[in-house]
């Protein structure tokens, strides 16, 4: 119950596509749903995130998708810059029980 | 503004030894937690705090202790570090008991 899974595991996307990353959870008590970007030698940092009141947040170029009943949410990167080359994680969880996935490594192609 | 500091970035160990990791934050969050991050595996919560004064286990706290003897530092400790423990150790915090964490920039931990 306590698992997320993450995939695909890397991906690749040329200039100006769009990288789309999904993850599962088990545990219907989680409530709080927050995607990390790393970049090599560097710590993850917060991208966006979403509670499951809404099924939709977008910020700039990053949208989550939730979807409630499956217990799945996804990540979109619209017209993908080979700056957002890195590692992202999904996490899920609640208080300070957090769960994250085993990552995607993204290359944006030029 | 300097956010979460991790010390020392990187350090070889021999089995059997011991070292402290030192996390200092700058942002007056109460809630502070230390991961460890291998290859496939995600980040893994050892401990963490909810306060000043106080520690709790995580997901893989075993060959682990800490202590948070102070609201802006939080120290991870190998009493007798073992080749598992090899990793990238970071340290996160926090304002609210849920919401985002920043992370510092890790410790690169091998043990030989």
């Known amino acids: 119950q306590q698992q997320v899974k993450q995939s695909p595991q890397s991906l690749i996307v040329q200039k100006g596509g769009i990288s789309i990353i999904n993850c599962a959870y088990e545990?219907?008590?989680?409530?709080?749903f927050p995607w990390y970007q790393q970049f090599p030698g560097k710590g993850p940092a917060l991208l966006i995130a979403?509670?499951?009141?809404?099924s939709e947040k977008k910020e700039g170029r990053f949208t989550i998708s939730f979807n409630k009943s499956a217990k799945q949410f996804s990540l979109h990167i619209m017209d993908s810059q080979p700056g957002d080359s890195a590692t992202y994680f999904c996490?899920?969880?609640?208080?300070?029980?957090?769960?994250f996935g085993p990552g995607t490594r993204l290359s944006v192609l030029p | 503004n300097a956010g979460v500091t991790q010390t020392p970035k990187f350090r070889v160990l021999k089995t059997g030894q011991s070292m402290t990791l030192l996390c200092a934050q700058d942002?007056?969050?109460?809630?502070m937690y230390w991961y460890r991050q291998d290859p496939g595996m995600g980040l893994r919560l050892i401990h963490y705090s909810v306060g000043e004064g106080t520690t709790a286990k995580g997901e893989v706290p075993d060959g682990y202790n800490v202590s948070r003897l102070k609201k802006q530092n939080f120290l991870l400790g190998l009493e007798s570090a073992a080749p598992s423990q090899t990793s990238v150790y970071f340290c996160?915090?926090?304002?609210?008991?849920?919401?985002?964490?920043?992370f510092g920039s890790g410790t690169r931990l091998t043990v030989v």
């Open positions: 545990n219907t008590a989680f409530d709080y």
């Open positions: 942002m007056n969050h109460e809630y």
């Open positions: 996160a915090s926090s304002y609210y008991s849920v919401g985002g964490y920043t």
């Open positions: 996490a899920a969880g609640y208080g300070q029980n957090f769960v």
């Open positions: 979403i509670r499951p009141d809404v």
